[in-house]
């Protein structure tokens, strides 16, 4: 186990609406990063918090939004959901020494949400 | 722009026999390279990683890789596999000019037939 939790582990939404999914960090971690996996896939990356706030962002949406609290938790928001947005969603958590320094730690990752858009 | 390229989809291979899974990726600047696995049901999980010095590096399970920089790769090895290898497994690659992220190559899964 990584100590990263998600939640909730399935949920079902029609097209248009909007999801809050939660990650919990694992302790002593600082950033926390989201990635979108359709299936047959890799990861792809849609942005990272650090000391919240948004700390690198891939090719996604503004529709596709995040927060970082100060226990360094996070929720990943998207809106208008589209059907090409059913996938399984990872949070992980990693440790960023200085900021806008390299990542050099590894990342831990949630077991992740499973959308499905109808 | 950023990618990461494995060359195998799907493998399917005989207990004992070698494995090498081909990892390649286009980044500018210094890179931090690593192989995940994704075990069927579980959580993806570090397997191996290189950051600097030997680029031979040994992970969990017997499984190594080695870090050629002059070919951009990072195949991941394993002299003879075992049943239980039967999983997805993910290139990865971090910092370069976007130190923030870390991407990942689309995964080979591997098939280790009894």
């Known amino acids: 186990e990584t100590g990263v939790t998600q939640s909730p582990t399935h949920l079902i939404k029609t097209r248009g609406q909007q999801v809050t999914l939660r990650c919990s960090s694992q302790?002593?971690?600082?950033?926390v990063s989201w990635y979108q996996q359709a299936l047959g896939q890799g990861p792809q990356f849609i942005f990272q918090?650090?000391?919240?706030?948004?700390?690198g962002r891939g090719n996604f949406p503004p529709r596709f939004s995040g927060l970082q609290f100060p226990n360094y938790s996070s929720e990943l928001n998207v809106n208008a959901l589209e059907l090409d947005d059913s996938a399984l969603y990872l949070c992980?958590?990693?440790?960023?020494?200085?900021?806008?320094?390299?990542?050099?730690?590894?990342?831990?990752f949630g077991e992740g949400s499973r959308l499905t858009v109808l | 722009a950023q990618s990461v390229s494995q060359h195998n989809h799907h493998v399917i291979l005989s207990e004992a026999a070698s494995l090498e899974l081909g990892c390649n990726y286009s980044?500018?600047?210094?890179?931090?390279l690593f192989w995940y696995v994704q075990y069927p049901g579980q959580h993806l999980q570090l397997l191996l990683k290189?950051?600097?010095?030997?680029?031979l590096v040994k992970g969990i399970k017997g499984f190594e890789a080695e870090f050629i920089k002059s070919k951009f790769s990072f195949n991941l090895r394993k002299p003879s596999v075992q049943w239980s290898d039967t999983a997805e497994y993910f290139c990865?690659?971090?910092?370069?000019?976007?130190?923030?992220?870390?991407?990942f190559g689309a995964g080979t899964r591997l098939t280790v037939k009894p």
């Open positions: 990865a690659v971090s910092g370069g000019y976007n130190n923030n992220d870390m991407r």
């Open positions: 918090y650090y000391r919240e706030e948004e700390n």
């Open positions: 290189y950051f600097s010095g030997d680029p």
């Open positions: 992980a958590s990693s440790k960023l020494a200085g900021g806008w320094g390299s990542n050099t730690g590894e990342l831990f």
């Open positions: 302790s002593g971690h600082n950033t």
């Open positions: 980044y500018g600047g210094t890179v931090n």
